[in-house]
């Protein structure tokens, strides 16, 4: 079955704790990207990847990390969470190309104390 | 400024009764693409449609209709006949860019459809 999976779904943390969210896709696709969720705010995009080893910044990266070392793998590592990070986060992933449709996992969803 | 606008934040309809959720963009590329997924209460995004910059032909799915109007940037979403399973938070999406790297999402609105 094609998918778009990430771990943990639930999550709750402390202040400053490391954490890494998991995120692999198995359609082989090119393009892979990571949301935050907020109310009345929609979606966020945090980073994008167009490749392996090509990753970029979305419209919200600050305090976030992220790597692209393998083409189905798409890991969003937070060094240093804080409360404001707090939030439901989605994984998605797409062919590359302007018009394709992006498929998302299921969220996760992250408390930080 | 917000690329995707959905004015609607929340809309309450009684089951049977029609309802359109807009949607207004804005982009200075003449080849994009706008999106509909649907969120519901379980969470997760439901991709609906996909329709280009250069078809402004309406369409139909069941109860389910669009409007791509490139004059006034808008891509509104009726609803026919709502159902309670239509209960959800949509959202409005724009993709841009050479390699639409540039996705984005309006803030959604959320559509509650009561018995």
């Known amino acids: 079955e094609a998918q778009v999976t990430q771990n943990p779904r639930y999550l709750i943390t402390v202040t400053g704790k490391k954490l890494t969210v998991t995120c692999s896709q198995n359609m082989n696709h090119e393009y892979m990207s990571w949301y935050r969720q907020d109310p009345g705010l929609g979606l966020r995009q945090i980073y994008y990847?167009?490749?392996?080893?090509?990753?970029d910044k979305g419209d919200v990266p600050e305090g976030y990390k992220v790597s692209r070392k393998e083409k189905r793998n798409f890991p969003l590592i937070l060094e240093s969470p804080s409360p404001n990070q707090t939030s439901l986060y989605f994984c998605a992933s797409s062919l590359l190309g302007v018009g394709e449709t992006q498929y998302f996992g299921p969220g996760t969803r992250l408390l930080v104390l | 400024a917000q690329k995707v606008t959905q004015a609607q934040t929340e809309i309450s309809v009684v089951e049977k009764e029609d309802v359109t959720l807009d949607c207004v963009y804005e982009t200075r590329d003449t080849t994009y693409y706008l999106f509909w997924y649907k969120q519901p209460p379980s969470g997760e995004l439901v991709f609906l449609i996909r329709r280009n910059s250069f078809d402004e032909q309406n369409e139909i799915s069941g109860r389910y209709s669009w409007n791509f109007q490139k004059s006034t940037s808008s891509f509104n979403f009726t609803i026919t006949a709502s159902q309670v399973v239509d209960s959800a938070v949509y959202f409005c999406?724009?993709?841009?860019?050479?390699?639409?790297?540039?996705?984005?999402f309006g803030p959604g609105t959320r559509l509650s459809v009561l018995p």
């Open positions: 999406a724009l993709s841009e860019g050479d390699y639409g790297q540039n996705f984005v």
């Open positions: 990847s167009m490749n392996v080893e090509v990753t």
